[in-house]
């Protein structure tokens, strides 16, 4: 596979029990994929006693779950695909580590204190290595706290703050793990006391070739372009139009083909089946949203001409840029030299470098801001982006750890790309893209834009510098300090300022037009306050002159991007402002007087969501979009209605 489709995932482990326990469970793998599963590990409590000790990351806590088995992979296994864990329960996720070790005793590490959660692991889960067969990792959600549960599914691999090779277990994706035959571990330990679990069984998942029926070359190495059917895909950055090039792909095992796009881990968003002219074979996407997607290729028939679209090439994942949440910010803080004077010094982690960057600004915080959205660098310049580390310091004087220093690992040099531009950086979990990359040539530049936090390989506390998620941030009004550490000698850089965002959510914005009536009412749309995912605050939709005595409805729709209001029918006035698919609310009379513009519609959309379970896009998540529109009865005007204007709004937490 090629090492250009690595992400960050999660955990692989467990060992051996009865070959009737690994059928069992082989059953849920999906039928697309060509695997080879383990016998099943036994399971067992963690801490085996005790609630959980250490000190991390120096002292292994004892007492840890330590399952065994054996596997002895077949010839045509590849790589590692998946670590499977069944029955797996604890309270406070972000006390756990699962380490993988292999039968020559190397330790990997899978997932280190997944996100700093405090909810709980409770069901089976799957540690997935970059462009597993069996399922991509799930997005990670913006917060998981108190009695809630991780969701079930996919994992990537977290390393978290884990120093690369710390007590011998180091931070390597699974699929680059050789799967060599023998005793495999899977080692759970416990970092914190007061919470325990338990694990029911564990199995490893490969990737395999077989014959007939091989899926089919990923198209021309997983290439897409604007007009340059070369241009690298996998990770990169990449604007619509997208087209993909299948002049490698038209495999002797038959000529229709399949795309399935995936975005964000979720599978078959879209699925379109053509067949491919050799002449011509690029196939130009439809207008994607912002988000990272995924997508791979089947044949229509395998090598005994049977069409089952059973087999699937290796995957690849590309990104549509958008923008972090817009908010409310704060004034701008002073800039200065990186570092102030000298040229970097320090001894790492333990003594912080002389003469930092530190900028103080009083902030108040907006009313109704819940978490900090990002912090925006203006004007940053600096050669090897790898020497930095940015300190957050907020009014009690928690110190929060933004960017640390990207690609080191404890030894050598960090990443070589410079700054230069104007960057936001903010939670991981929102950032559409681009992410930092670990390398680049010695004079390339990160290009301007939105990037996600990056704790590093820091161990969180150290100097009273913690590793704290951007939505964990606590607010309070005051003196908030940014303090810019320049590890390394020989290269220095400046910002002109900085500033912080908060989630406030902006105004609801009207767009397109409405339609005039036969007696001229233009009816309007309006809001009384953004949405909340959590339903936290009222939000009421209300439409104002409104044709009276008429029955109408508010409908909504999840996704404009690309679309272009259409008139609404032959001589209208109104026009569809609200892209396909729609859900209607429930359809309700406008009261008013008959042939006046007094009428009025409503929709208390709290009590809408909670009436409606299955209504599209329930339930909902911060940043997500709504545009509604109201439709109504107007006998004389074409198609007998006539529509409102168009309403976008963009949830609050």
Not at 363 to 368: E, N
Request: aromatic share 10%.
């Amino acid at each position: 596979m090629s090492l250009s489709c690595v992400r960050w995932m999660l955990p692989v482990l467990l060992s051996a029990l009865a070959s009737a326990f690994s059928t069992a469970h082989a059953a849920q793998l999906p039928p697309s994929c060509n695997l080879e599963v383990s016998a099943s590990g036994p399971g067992g409590p963690f801490p085996v006693f005790g609630t959980g000790d250490g000190v991390f990351p120096t002292t292994l806590p004892s007492s840890p779950l330590v399952s065994t088995l054996s596997f002895n992979p077949s010839t045509a296994v590849t790589e590692i695909d998946a670590v499977r864990l069944f029955g797996l329960s604890h309270t406070f996720i972000g006390d756990l580590q699962f380490v993988l070790v292999d039968p020559n005793g190397t330790a990997y590490n899978l997932i280190t204190r997944l996100g700093g959660y405090s909810c709980d692991f409770d069901g089976d889960y799957r540690i997935a290595a970059p462009c597993a067969c069996s399922g991509y990792g799930q997005t990670l959600p913006a917060t998981c706290t108190g009695l809630n549960v991780l969701p079930n599914g996919p994992l990537d691999q977290w390393f978290g703050a884990w120093p690369h090779g710390a007590n011998g277990i180091f931070n390597i994706t699974l699929d680059v793990i050789p799967p060599t035959s023998g005793v495999w571990a899977l080692v759970i330990f416990d970092w914190a006391s007061g919470d325990v679990g338990t694990l029911v069984s564990w199995d490893i998942v490969c990737k395999k070739t077989t014959t007939p029926g091989v899926p089919p070359d990923p198209p021309s190495g997983c290439d897409t372009s604007f007009d340059d059917p070369s241009t690298p895909l996998n990770d990169s950055t990449v604007f619509n139009p997208v087209s993909v090039d299948f002049s490698l792909t038209a495999s002797p095992r038959g000529t229709t083909h399949k795309v399935r796009r995936k975005k964000n881990g979720v599978p078959d968003q879209t699925t379109s089946t053509f067949t491919i002219d050799p002449a011509d074979p690029i196939e130009v996407l439809p207008t994607l949203d912002p988000g990272w997607w995924y997508w791979d290729v089947s044949t229509g028939k395998d090598e005994n001409g049977t069409t089952s679209w059973s087999q699937w090439s290796a995957p690849c994942r590309f990104c549509i840029p958008g923008r972090l949440t817009d908010g409310v910010c704060s004034i701008l803080g002073f800039g200065g030299g990186l570092p102030n004077s000298g040229s970097g010094d320090g001894g790492w982690p333990g003594t912080l470098p002389s003469a930092p960057l530190v900028s103080t600004v009083s902030i108040s915080i907006p009313p109704g801001a819940t978490e900090l959205a990002r912090l925006e660098l203006n004007g940053a310049t600096h050669t090897r982006l790898g020497d930095l580390h940015l300190v957050l310091t907020d009014p009690t004087g928690g110190n929060h750890n933004i960017l640390h220093r990207v690609g080191y690992t404890g030894g050598g040099a960090g990443s070589s790309c410079d700054l230069l531009g104007s960057y936001s950086l903010g939670s991981f979990s929102k950032v559409i893209c681009p992410r930092w990359t670990v390398s680049c040539s010695p004079l390339s530049a990160y290009p301007p834009g939105d990037y996600g936090q990056d704790f590093g390989t820091w161990p969180s506390g150290t100097n009273g510098i913690f590793n704290t998620p951007f939505e964990l941030i606590p607010l309070s009004s005051g003196n908030w300090t940014l303090t810019i550490y320049d590890w390394a000698a020989g290269n220095t850089g400046s910002i002109a300022s900085w500033r912080l965002c908060f989630d406030v959510p902006s105004a609801a914005v009207n767009y397109c037009t409405a339609g005039t009536t036969a007696n001229g009412c233009t009816a309007s749309i309006s809001a009384s306050a953004q949405p909340s995912a959590a339903l936290a605050s009222p939000c009421t939709i209300n439409v104002a002159n409104v044709e009276g005595q008429k029955q109408g409805l508010i409908l909504y729709g999840l996704n404009n991007s690309g679309f272009t209001p259409s008139t609404w029918g032959a001589g209208s006035t109104s026009f569809l402002c609200v892209k396909p698919p729609t859900q209607r609310t429930v359809v309700q009379g406008s009261g008013g007087v008959v042939n006046a513009c007094n009428g009025s519609l409503s929709v208390d959309w709290n009590s809408f969501v909670l009436t409606h379970p299955t209504a599209i896009g329930v339930p909902f998540s911060a940043g997500d979009k709504l545009y509604m529109q109201a439709w109504f009865r107007d006998p004389p005007a074409p198609k007998t209605s006539s529509l409102s204007d168009g309403l976008e709004l963009t949830f609050a937490p």
